[in-house]
């Protein structure tokens, strides 16, 4: 992977398909340090048939798992043999949650997760996801990778 990834070159990397593929685009990616990623919000997307009929809004949980899909590819990134075929890289935890706006059909949610340390084989990151600008949410998000 280097700098920027389309959609088909992200599900090389993610076994994560529609609807679950949380990431359409990696607009930056320096290995070890960051990644800048996109995810376009549409109003056709499965969960805004519940959430909520008649002010649809992105639950927080997606967004937290559009970060953690982006912590996967600056991890896979970062180190390819560790996490190349036969792993299956799983959330670990997610700390210090905050949202702060809501995310809604039409917007552009960036995505960015900053590499914090890695240990044996769980991976820590800062994360966080703006719409224009704007914070739209936060984390601190572990994962581990698992030999399948």
Known sequence: ????????QIQEFL???????????VVECEPGVRL????????????????FPHEPI?????????LAQATGLLASET???????????????IDKARFKRR???????MLE???LKSKRNIWSFECKAE?????????NIMCAAMVE
Do not use: C
């Open 79 to 93: 180190e390819p043999e560790e996490l190349g075929k036969g792993m299956t890289y799983y959330l670990a935890s």
């Open 36 to 51: 800048l990623g996109l995810k376009n919000v549409t109003y056709n997307e499965p969960f805004f048939q519940g959430h």
């Open 15 to 25: 076994p994560h398909r529609y609807p679950f593929l949380l990431i359409d685009r």
């Open 113 to 115: 997760v900053k590499f």
């Open 1 to 8: 992977m280097s700098g920027k990834l389309d959609i088909l």
């Open 58 to 66: 992105m639950p927080g949980v997606l967004i937290l798992e559009a």
């Open 103 to 109: 995310v809604v059909p039409g917007d552009q949610l």
């Open 131 to 139: 719409v224009d600008g704007e914070l739209a949410a936060s984390a």
